[in-house]
């Protein structure tokens, strides 16, 4: 990775609960507590500075509105536009992402031999989803073969999931990720109704846990939910039809909500247009409004909210949008905690989202007070600089 050294000087820099009035000092890639010899310095007087934001629900490798596109297109493809997509999120801040359904240990060499800006990236792998579930791309009337692609796979019974939980593990996965409710991209599998069978479940979690790994859970209704955490899962995705005793219940168990509030506003107002199908917005019509409260009910309850966008195709510039609607939810203190502390907590990175000494020099410069002024949070206009490891991304 390229690294840089660099002196904010003068800015009001984010601590984790205020602003501080303080230089913020990067040497060859970490936050430090002197000024490096030749630092290239940038005036902050009157600027505000946060750690790089972390996006815990991306998905590299959706191209398309089109599940078996996004599946068995070509991964050639794939991967090049992902390099866009990745260069576009750092462009707007995000240092870090979580790739939680796709990504594979190719695209990650490509990052870490710097051949195309991006973000810290994190992935799954393709996502384990039961047949019919939410990670099953085909129509009921379909008669065709399906067994993996590059974001999902199917996987049934206790044997067959401990094995891919291995591969997955051993080709650099930072965490595995199942499907455990339906979804709305998905065509045959109601939203609510829970998916895999409890020994199924654990025997996933048994095997991340005993490796040092985790397990994300898609899941959407407060009966997911439960199943998912009763059997070990640590971060639900998405979780939007979840009541307060599931959020008590997510607290007591000390898992995590990733809300992705951006992906159903972005369906419910451009799906239509760029081809979305009728099963997938009327799926959405019925989680889009319970979004918001699923994210009060968790912070009221004391589950950690991290943040993520979970956004597919050409709805992927909408990133920023799932900012503001997270702090309509939650208050811009929250989702700026949500996407800095929470999600790093998360990731187990304790280099990242903060700016303490021996922190990843990964920063926002922006423009006005968030706290003050929160549509400096999701206004790209706002960002006056995006730093990586200290080298501005331009």
Not at 57 to 74: I, K, M, N, V
Not at 148 to 156: K, R, Y
Not at 216 to 222: E, I, N, Q, R, V
Not at 267 to 294: F, T, Y
Request: proline share 4%.
């Amino acid at each position: 990775m390229r690294t840089g050294s660099l002196s904010i000087l003068g800015a009001a820099v984010w601590n984790g609960d205020r602003f501080e009035d303080r230089d913020l000092h990067i040497i060859h890639g970490a936050v430090a507590d002197r000024p490096a010899e030749g630092a290239t310095t940038v005036d902050g007087r009157g600027r505000w500075v946060i750690p790089g934001l972390i996006d815990a629900h991306f998905h590299a490798y959706a191209t398309s509105q089109d599940g078996l596109e996004d599946e068995r297109g070509p991964l050639s493809f794939a991967a090049i536009n992902g390099t866009r997509r990745l260069g576009a999120a750092l462009r707007r801040g995000f240092t870090t992402v979580r790739d939680v359904a796709g990504g594979d240990i190719g695209l990650a060499r490509a990052i870490d031999a710097n051949l195309f800006d991006s973000p810290r990236y994190l992935f799954t792998g393709p996502a384990l989803s039961q047949t019919g579930g939410h990670g099953d791309p085909r129509s009921a009337h379909v008669d065709i073969c399906f067994s993996h692609g590059h974001m999902c796979e199917i996987v049934d019974g206790v044997e067959p999931l401990r094995l891919a939980v291995r591969n997955r593990l051993r080709t650099g996965a930072h965490a595995i990720k199942v499907m455990t409710s339906g979804g709305v991209f998905s065509l045959t599998d109601p939203i609510r109704v829970p998916q895999y069978s409890a020994e199924e479940l654990r025997a996933v979690v048994t095997e991340a846990t005993r490796q040092g790994s985790y397990v994300a859970a898609h899941a959407y209704s407060s009966e997911a939910v439960q199943h998912s955490i009763d059997n070990g899962v640590r971060s639900i995705e998405h979780g939007n039809l979840i009541d307060a005793s599931t959020a008590e219940r997510m607290a007591a168990a000390g898992a995590y909500l990733v809300p992705t509030l951006a992906a159903y506003d972005a369906m419910d107002r451009r799906g239509a247009g760029i081809g979305l199908n009728a099963v997938s917005l009327a799926k959405n019509a019925e989680v889009l409004s319970h979004g918001q409260e699923a994210v009060r009910l968790a912070l009221a309850a004391g589950v950690p909210v991290g943040f993520g966008t979970d956004l597919m195709g050409e709805l992927e510039d909408d990133q920023l949008c799932g900012v503001r609607l997270q702090v309509e939810a939650g208050g811009a203190a929250a989702t700026l905690h949500s996407m800095t502390t929470v999600n790093a907590a998360l990731i187990r990175d304790d280099r990242a989202g903060h700016l303490g000494l021996g922190a990843y020099g990964d920063a926002v410069l922006l423009t006005a007070d968030p706290l003050a002024e929160p549509a400096a949070l999701w206004e790209q206009d706002a960002r006056g600089l995006v730093v990586r490891a200290g080298r501005p991304i331009d």
